[in-house]
């Protein structure tokens, strides 16, 4: 496994890989890896020759009163993981190599960005666009994996790709729970024991959901009302929001006839989890 921590160690062994006639695939990643991350890594050595896994904090996506100064930095246990996925290369540029000098050119999807997440939290998904919009000129990838967890983030990198012509696919993978429903997420290590179970009430709400619409409910505000009844029994879980969606577009859907998403976001004590379920009328 190569660690790259420059642009141009990074983009010389990916287009050697690209000439020599290997199918690329990027695992864009911020660190403190998981079984979640892992997942994306192998579908990507699935579906492509040489994978490369990008680790890099990114300053742009963190608002001014989040957590950036205490993000988990595991970088050697990463690396280890990596190794042991038979991984490619890495790439882990320093904050100085990614963005030199002040900042003056941002990435933004129009109208798509300042929902969901994006409404909670300004600037982020600017920054999520920003820093994959440069990914993708550094490593030049085929393919590049995304998940589920991140529905809104996979909607908005999608429309990039498509508006700016990218060469790129756009892969999503499903969403990986720990043993009792808990998304799995590099944040989940914030959480007290208290609020590790009261974590436990976005998926049993997106659950109940689920149980309602396979029961004939197709309008959605009874569907987030059944889905809201979860939350506000869980004294230790405050809703930031619940919607339902349109997984391309992310706009309100008034009732599920056709394919939504359905998103939940919740604090647990200071930390902020998301998590999310798909709808298809058509099962």
């Known amino acids: 496994m190569e660690i790259h921590s420059t642009i141009d160690g990074m983009r010389t062994a990916s287009r050697a890989a690209r000439l020599g006639g290997l ?3 990027l695992v864009p990643t911020m660190g403190a890896l998981h079984e979640g991350h892992l997942s994306l890594v192998r579908a990507a050595k699935q579906q492509c020759d040489a994978v490369i896994v990008s680790i890099f904090v990114n300053p ?4 001014p009163k989040e ?15 990596l190794n042991k996925e038979e991984v490619d ?12 000098g002040k900042a003056l050119t941002y990435v933004t999807v129009e109208g798509l960005s300042d929902k969901l997440c994006g409404r909670s939290r300004p600037g982020h998904f600017r920054g999520v666009t920003t820093v994959v919009s440069t990914l993708f000129h550094i490593v030049e990838p085929d393919l590049a994996f995304f998940g589920q967890k991140d529905a809104a983030q996979a ?12 060469p790129v696919e756009i892969v999503v993978c499903p969403i990986v729970r720990e043993a009792d429903g808990l998304a799995m997420s590099s944040r989940n290590v914030y959480l007290s024991s208290p609020e590790r179970q009261s974590a436990l009430s976005l998926y049993r709400a997106l659950q109940e959901i689920q149980r309602s619409f396979e029961q004939g409910e197709r309008k959605s505000a009874h569907l987030i009302g059944a889905g809201k009844n979860v939350i506000v029994q869980e004294p230790g879980a405050r809703l930031d929001y619940f919607e339902i969606v349109d997984p391309d577009t992310l706009d309100p859907m008034k009732e599920v006839n056709r394919s939504a998403l359905v998103a939940v976001a919740a604090f ?3 930390t902020r989890l998301i998590d999310n379920i798909l709808l298809n009328p058509e099962r």
Do not use: W
Not at 60 to 63: E, H, K, P
Not at 68 to 80: G, I, M, N, S, V
């Open 268 to 270: 647990l004590g200071t």
């Open 155 to 166: 909607a908005i990198i999608r429309r990039m790709v498509r508006d700016l012509n990218s």
């Open 89 to 100: 290369f890495v790439f882990a540029p320093s904050l100085g190599e990614m963005y030199p």
């Open 23 to 25: 199918r690329v695939g």
């Open 67 to 81: 957590d950036l100064a205490k993000y988990p930095r595991t970088f050697e246990h990463d690396c280890q993981l």
């Open 60 to 63: 742009l996506q963190f608002g």
